[in-house]
């Protein structure tokens, strides 16, 4: 089991920004690729970004590109989700998610192994 513990998620008015930070427990937090997912009410969990073990390899959704900015902290097990120029549509709960056995990155739901609670990010208009 990876515990991960995502915060930084609230209300912003449309154009503001948030960080979401994701916490990972263990030591072998450098072994995991890591992505961030959103699912809004009545919609299927959808891809936001993703990061590399290293953190040399960065991936975003069309959605979010060139608004949002993933990153990792091995040192401190930690992923950021710098979100700037927020929109209304951004708003959904945001989950924080490892994945141990691929060589590369994915961007699909369902092949990542572990899952944080999640934290709510709601953009105002």
């Known amino acids: 089991q990876v515990p991960l513990v995502e915060s930084g998620g609230g209300l912003v008015q449309a154009g503001g920004s948030l960080r979401l930070s994701c916490a990972a427990s263990?030591?072998?937090?450098?072994?995991?690729?890591m992505g961030w997912f959103r699912q809004a009410p009545g919609k299927e969990r959808e891809f936001v970004a993703a990061i590399s073990r290293s953190g040399v390899n960065t991936y975003y959704a069309d959605s979010v590109k060139g608004r949002f900015t993933i990153s990792r902290d091995n040192a401190k097990n930690t992923v950021l989700l710098q979100m700037n120029s927020l929109k209304p549509e951004d708003t959904a709960k945001y989950y924080c998610a490892a994945e141990i056995h691929k060589a590369v990155v994915t961007t699909t739901a369902n092949e990542y192994d572990y899952w944080g609670q999640g934290t709510q990010v709601t953009v105002s208009s």
């Open positions: 263990g030591r072998t937090f450098s072994r995991y690729h």
